[in-house]
Each structure stands twice: as C-alpha cells, then as structure tokens.
C-alpha cells in the first residue's frame, strides 16, 4: 500500500487525449479496438532497452535523460510538502479509502474465498456506491457540502483514471528524414471514450454548479425551520398545498405569501431547463452505451418461445392487425397507472421484439440463395416477424419517452452484469448517475414552481 501510495501522488492520471484530426470514421466497438484486458500496461512495460538502437546513446537520448532526471528531482524535493498533506487527511476518511481500494482489487470480496465480481462490475457498483454515499441524502436545493463535493471529485478522479489506460492503435504518417512517408500505428483513446468522457465531466461540473447557485434563495423548507423564525407560518401550507405526486418523505419547499419575485422565479425556470438538457444528454450517452453492449447468453437463452405470450394477446391482435400502427394510441388504450405497470410492459415488449427478431433471423438463414435477394426486397411487407418486432421496438420507444423516469429494464440490469468491458461499464455509471442527480434537480425546482404557483394563485 506504500508504494502504491507513492505512485499516486507523482503520477499524472489527468485525461490527455489525442488530436482528433486524422480520427476515421468507424464504430468505436469494432475490431480495431482492444478489449480492457489488452490495454493495461505498467510503467516497467514502457521502459526502452537503448541497447537494442544503438551501442552508445545519441546525444537527443542522453539530453531526454536529462530532462527525465530533472524532472524526479524536483518531484523528490515536492515529496516533503507532499507528506505534510497527507498528514491533514482525516484517518477516518484515510481508512475508508483503503477499504474502497481492496474491495476494488478483490472485486467486492473480502472473504478471500475468490467469488469476487470483474473488474468492470466492480468499478460499475464502485461509482454507484460513491454517488449513493454523495448525494444519497440531498432531497433540497442546496449546494452540495464541502466536504461531500471534495470526496466526488477525489474518488472519481481515482475511478476514471482507468480510462487512461484504454487505448487502441490507429494509423498515422511517420515523415523520415530523407523526405519518406511511413505508415504507423499510434495509440490514442478509444473512440467511444475520448468522445463521451469529457462530455459526461463537463456536465458532472455543470449539475454541480446548478446547486451552488442556490445559497441565500427566497424559499426554504418546511422540516428545518428555527422555532423562532418569522417564515414558520408558511410551513403551515403543508396541510393546504399536498403535494401533487404523493411522495410524501420528501421537504416539502415553502414560500412568502406573494411567492417569489420575478428574479428568483426566472434563476429557477432557467436552471430548470438547463438541468432538462444535461439529463436528456446523459440520456443519450447511457442509451447509446448500452447499446454498444452485447446482449447476454444467459437473456437470450431465457427468453420465450413466443412472442405472443410475452406481450400478451390483446397487444399481440393490434400490432398484427393495425394497418397503420400508432404506438401513441396503443398507450393510451392500455391506461397504465402506475411506473411499476410500465416497467413491466417494456420488459415483456422487450423479450418479445427480441424473440421475433430470432425468428427472423433463423427463417433467413434457412432460405437458398436464389431467394435472398426477395428476401432482402420484400422483407418489411412479407415477414411477418420482421414487422413484428419493428412495431414492438417503436412501442417500448414511445413507453420511455412518455415515461422518463423509468428504472432500467431487466435487458439493461443484465448487460450491465455481465458485461466484461470496463470502458463500457465506466461510460454506462457515470452517465447513470449524472441522468439521476440531472432528474432530481429538475424534480426539486418543480417542486418549488409549483409552491410558487399556488401561492400567487391564493393570493389573487
């Protein structure tokens, strides 16, 4: 653990990617990637045996020499004050790093017994963890504790730092001497992390932002005010304004009798619509990881025969029969009343798309060769389970935008399980995380606006 700790503070992890200018055009999980188990290497892996070039080195080696040993000596001399810093950490907060750090190595298994989790679960349950012991306890509008926001920072600077590590070998041109091009291979980033990574930092910066902006605000909460303070008839409303989705636990926000001023209430419309637009873009970040993923033997090996039993019979004759297949008004027919109702839904339209996919796929592979090129022609009007499962992916399409807030179906619980790639599971966390702090915010200045609302309304 010494040297390890040693290692961590004279080492740069800070995220230095490659210029993107000659980046090609392709799928940042095709071949050309390498899988997270290929791309780690150790500081003694990049040491060059000079040797091997030349039997005496040249003086642009000796003077890269130089410049090295430079650089440790005053890496050295820093190594004091360094130690003066480490002594301020709390041995509390010390002792809960040490643990986090073995439950990563051991892959959550502190038994010694070798029934650990992969590397990329782990990470994956690493950053959830954090972000439950972070922001677990925030229900109001208030900017995040000092020390909260410092333990964020920290820990997910150490968790990302893995993704230094990701790289893949692209072509670049190598200009010699005597004026020859060479084509060589050069490592950089992975595609998919050096786009999405400083996205998701950038909006992890931004939310927390959105709540230091909220210090001395016109509103305050009904659970935490002083017995002597003026606003405590306003906590009176609790009884006269419930609130309007029944989550009861949570502060309900308070007002002066008029509302808020026109200042506050445009502070809270703005931060509300921006906190909108950093959730619906790590929406879209964790939609497209996990579609990236592969989906699980174990799913596919589960799912059922027939789609018809899955989605059931009366779903099962609209899709089939409809002419002109509206999956809005096959919504609002089916009258769900609950998140849990439609979670339910999307995981039986879900295993049914997948299984009429199968079959589509196996009456394909079955056909000649004369008839592929009908196959290909008349696919969308003559098979059957091609149409199928089209008009059931559009339906679980329609299902999550009417329901935003819905948890994870049970294909996303078992790709993130069993998936194997760390940058995958790094990219699919943090995204998760930054979409659910992004929902609350939003939810919370709901809260407030409505409050709001319907004090002015009283008022009139």
Known sequence: MDK????????????????????????PMSGDSFTYCQTWTSPESETVDESSYASEPSPSRWRAKQDVLSKLGMKLREHSMDDKLDACVDSAELELMKERFAKLLLGEDMSGSGKGVCTAVTISNAITNLYATVFGQSLKLEPLKPEKSAMWKREMKVLLSVCDYIQEFAPTAQYLEDGTIVEMMKSRPRLDIYVNLPALQKLDTMLIEILDTFQDTEFWYAENIPGNSSRLRGASFRTKFPRK????????????????????????????????????????????????????????????????????????????TADKFSPEQLLDCLKISSEHEALELADRVESSMY??????????????????????????????NYTLAERAESLLLCLKQRYPELSQTSLDTCKIQYNRDVGNAILESYSRVLEGLAFNIVAWIEDVLYVDKSMRNRDV
């Open 355 to 384: 299984t009429w996919r199968r079959k589509a796929c196996l009456t394909h592979s079955k056909s000649s060769w004369s008839k592929v090129k009908d196959l290909i022609e008349d696919t969308d009007s003559k098979d059957k």
């Open 4 to 27: 390890s700790s040693k290692f961590d503070e004279n080492s740069d992890v800070g995220y230095h990617p490659s210029s993107p200018s000659n980046t090609p055009d392709f799928s």
């Open 245 to 320: 989705d029944g989550k009861w636990w949570l502060p309900v926000p308070c007002v002066l009798p008029g509302g808020l001023s026109d200042k506050s209430r445009k502070h809270l419309i703005e931060k509300r619509d921006c906190a909108n637009q950093i959730h619906k873009a790590a929406m879209a970040i964790n939609s497209s990881v996990l579609a990236e993923i592969d989906i699980p033997e174990k799913y596919i090996d589960n799912l059922p025969e027939s789609g018809r039993s899955s989605v059931g019979d009366s779903i099962y004759l609209y899709m089939q």
